[in-house]
């Protein structure tokens, strides 16, 4: 890459960086999640807003040569990784005993009916299957999108909101995103068998069967070895005198672990958000968490460059691949919003009252994992990039996933704002107080900054 052309991505990232951080700021003094925000940012920058208004200052900022596209692709992976690690090393006894008869009753119930009813509509040919597929032209494939689409929850979205929150250490956070990690396992298995068939044609074919069946089998076995094994790996080996990684740099070492486990992950098709959030939970000590305090320093760095520059660029850049041109159907996005909300509000319900939730524990758990936008946002471009749905579709998941994240994010505020707990069985479930602002050094004296 060219000297020219580096500055000119620099340029472009200072300006989507400049626009995800003030708009977020304003979303969050209208009360509304700091996403928002920026992923507003990426849409007032992208084709169908700067580029129709000034494509002078369109092609000056977003026409990159092949080199920078795939530099600017690395920065938006970069953020999505780094926004899931953040959020596992934050999060609190995932899948610990005491919530997992809760946390399977959630999965069962809510998203097995999920799943049983969207996908008998679509057989009775009640849903508009051709309306939202893509390239591929496989409808089924699309059905099974759907399905995933209304009973996911969205696990980048969510954790932002708890993050903004600052209630990633509760027993509630544990909870929801213990329910997600497992939905992912079974998101990511079923957007395989989509995938190939959008590919292959047929289920029948013994190639599809088989990359199915690797890619179930890989899944599990990474589950297992990084929630039991990889704690007690990284424990011993973050505590070992010969570790010159740690004793060099303590944030280094963190970062290290995180692409280790990535680029792992990616030699057996893993799914590298989810690779990351359970990278970021082994590195703490798993449920145990006797890790944390060791590790609170630099991840403390981490998460600051993280939220402060990669993260916000991430969702401005989800905002920036939002389609609003001839293929964008309001009343898909309507009729998708409607019912998928109503749906999931529903059985998830139904799912927290047989897990033995009452009153507003079931409140907050059906609003909490109604925000979602069916495979996520990360999880509808790769549907899309698959051709698996078209455009219309695409956008729709995704402003989906952003209007279910305001009712769900302006909810929690509400109830931490009146003092009420997030789930009543646990009524220390509260957020963290707000950091304390640096004092300003005295006047006359000389800062020393740390070497």
Same mark, same amino acid.
Not at 211 to 225: G, N
């Given at each position: ?32 999640? $700091? ?92 849903? +508009? ?36 929150? $600052? ?88 970062? %290290? ?34 890790? $944390?305090?060791?590790?609170?320093? +630099? ?18 850049? %989800? ?68 051709? %698996? ?52 050094? +005295? ?6 900054? +740390?070497?």
């Amino acid at each position: 890459m060219s000297g020219a052309e580096f500055g000119k991505l620099a340029l472009t990232l200072a300006i989507l960086l400049a626009s995800a951080h003030a708009l977020g700021y304003l979303a969050e003094r209208l009360r509304q999640p $700091r996403l928002v925000g920026e992923i507003l940012a990426g849409v007032l920058l992208g084709p169908f807003v700067l580029k129709l208004m000034l494509p002078d200052a369109f092609a000056l900022l977003f026409q990159f040569s092949p080199k920078a596209e795939t530099a600017l692709g690395m920065i938006y992976q970069l953020g999505l990784i780094l926004l899931m690690f953040c959020s596992g090393t934050a999060a609190r006894r995932l899948l610990a005993k005491e919530n997992q008869r809760q946390t399977f009753t959630l999965i069962g119930v809510a998203d097995v009916m999920n799943f049983t009813l969207v996908l008998s509509l679509g057989f009775a040919g009640l849903l +508009p299957l051709a309306e939202l597929t893509g390239t591929a032209n496989q409808e089924i494939s699309t059905l099974l999108v759907l399905a995933i689409a209304v009973a996911v929850t969205s696990i980048p979205v969510i954790s932002r909101i708890f993050w903004d929150l $600052r209630i990633m250490h509760t027993r509630f956070v544990s909870l929801i995103l213990g329910s997600a990690v497992l939905e992912d396992v079974a998101l990511w298995t079923v957007l395989a068998v989509a995938t190939a068939i959008a590919k292959s044609a047929t289920l029948a074919n013994q190639h599809v069967v088989g990359t199915v069946t690797e890619h179930v089998a890989a899944t599990f076995a990474f589950v297992l070895f990084t929630l039991i094994l990889l704690p007690r790996l990284l424990k011993r080996l973050s505590a070992a005198r010969w570790n010159l990684l740690y004793s060099a740099s303590p944030v280094g070492y963190v970062v %290290i672990v995180l692409l280790a486990s990535c680029g792992a992950a990616a030699l057996f098709d893993i799914n590298l958000q989810f690779a990351a959030l359970l990278s970021g939970y082994a590195l703490v000590g798993g449920i145990s968490g006797s890790e $944390r305090e060791r590790f609170a320093a +630099p991840l403390d760095a981490v998460a600051k460059v993280s939220f402060g520059i990669f993260i916000p660029i991430y969702f401005a850049l %989800i905002g920036y691949r939002l389609v609003f041109g001839h293929e964008f159907s309001f009343p898909i996005l309507i009729g998708f919003f409607v019912g998928s909300t109503i749906l999931s509000l529903i059985t998830s319900g139904l799912a927290a009252r047989l897990a033995g939730f009452r009153k507003l524990d079931i409140i907050n758990i059906s609003l909490t994992t109604n925000a979602r936008g069916g495979p996520g946002i990360v999880l509808a471009s790769v549907a899309y990039d698959a051709g %698996i749905i078209n455009g219309g579709f695409f956008t729709a998941l995704v402003l989906t996933a952003v209007l279910t994240s305001q009712m769900a994010g302006s909810w929690l505020r509400f109830v931490l704002n009146r003092g009420w707990p997030l789930l009543a069985s646990n009524p220390d479930d509260k957020p963290l107080p707000p950091e304390p602002e640096a004092a300003p050094a +005295p006047t006359g004296t000389t800062v020393k900054l +740390p070497v």
